[in-house]
């Protein structure tokens, strides 16, 4: 089920912060499959068939969702994917971070800190920390 709704994304034109069909069922999905979805998302964010555009979108809802069952599952795809070659893709991992708010994820994003070579995203990752950092 989340491949096909991962692979019908390719051919949506996504709104920042605009939920569409992608993000009901992605989000749906996620809840019901709790923390066993941490190994399915993981698997098809590395997929070098799905767009970076559908990673991040599907990043920054995993991000947003309230969810408590899946909360640890998606913290840790979203710490992951910081690790990803596509800029876009660590910059919805950021965006859903940023969403989450959960201090857990600071050293993740003090490693990825070290190692970003795209410096709009290095800023980015500077906001997020600074802002994980604030609340604690």
Known sequence: EFESIFRSANAIDF???????????LTALVQK???RSK?????????????????SEALRWLGQMEDKPSHEA??????KALTSPAPQTRNGALIGLSSMDDAHAVRYLKDAVQVEKSELVRRGMEK??????SNG
């Not at 709104?15 to 069922?25: K, L, M």
């Not at 997020?128 to 950092?133: D, H, I, N, S, Y």
């Open 15 to 25: 709104e920042n912060g605009i939920e569409n069909e992608f993000s009901r069922n």
């Open 33 to 35: 499959a709790g923390p």
């Open 39 to 55: 190994e399915i998302l993981a698997r098809l964010l590395e997929n070098r068939s799905i767009s970076p555009a559908v990673v």
């Open 74 to 79: 998606r913290r840790w795809v979203l710490e």
């Open 128 to 133: 997020v920390l600074k802002q994980l950092t």
